[in-house]
């Protein structure tokens, strides 16, 4: 990554000019889909309803709320795939 301020002639304001390589970047692990089918599915509905109650107690265990909303993902991920059973 490069960066630098420049002068703008047509501003009172400078530029910023930056320069990114994103091949560079660690990515995460992938695209999510959440799959609403299950969504009309009352067993899956009520595992939700449950989750999401417990979950919203753990907040403020978490420093960070988007720790704890993306371990909440990482969470529902999990319910998603065991949901083959229904």
Not at 11 to 31: A, C, E, I
Not at 65 to 86: F, I, M, N, V
């Amino acid at each position: 990554m490069d960066a630098s301020i420049k002068p703008f002639s047509h501003s009172d304001h400078d530029g910023v000019w930056m320069t990114l390589n994103f091949d560079q970047l660690k990515r995460g692990p992938g695209y999510w889909h959440f799959n609403n089918d299950l969504l009309s599915n009352a067993a899956f509905e009520s595992e939700i309803h449950n989750f999401w109650t417990f979950w919203k107690t753990k907040y403020a265990d978490f420093d960070d709320p988007l720790l704890w909303w993306d371990r909440a993902k990482q969470d529902l991920r999990t319910l998603q795939s065991d949901a083959r059973k229904y």
